[in-house]
Nanobody, 115 residues
Framework: QVQLVESGGGLVQPGGSLRLSCAAS????????MGWYRQAPGKQRELVAT???????NYADSVKGRFTISRDNTKNTVYLQMNSLKPEDTAVYYC?????????WGQGTQVTVSS
């Protein structure tokens, strides 16, 4: 288990951008896949994007072409660059690391897209 702290959320107008950061409490370099999930009120938590230790990425269809996940192993940090934000992107975003024996989760950061 790794302690994770998300930051970078906030209020943004449609079409705007935000960059989320997730800092890990200890080294995750070259070991664990990481990802971002989101959960809107009354909705199920859903996968947004993942990145492997080798840098391979995967995105939900709803965010492809708009969001970019990246990681800096020297800083033990994963990022989510969110561009062209839409109201339907409004949710609490959670950082995830596939640590063993169970996943590690951050506390979440609120992203609100509204005009």
């Amino acid at each position: 288990q790794v302690q994770l702290v998300e930051s970078g959320g906030g209020l943004v107008q449609p079409g705007g951008s935000l960059r989320l950061s997730c800092a890990a409490s200890r080294s995750i370099s070259r070991i664990y896949p990481m990802g971002w999930y989101r959960q809107a009120p009354g909705k199920q938590r859903e996968l947004v994007a993942t990145i492997t230790s080798g840098g391979s990425t995967n995105y939900a269809d709803s965010v492809k072409g708009r969001f970019t996940i990246s990681r800096d192993n020297t800083k033990n940090t994963v990022y989510l660059q969110m561009n062209s934000l839409k109201p339907e992107d409004t949710a609490v975003y959670y950082c995830n690391v596939r640590t063993v024996p169970r996943d590690s989760w951050g506390q979440g950061t609120q992203v609100t897209v509204s005009s």
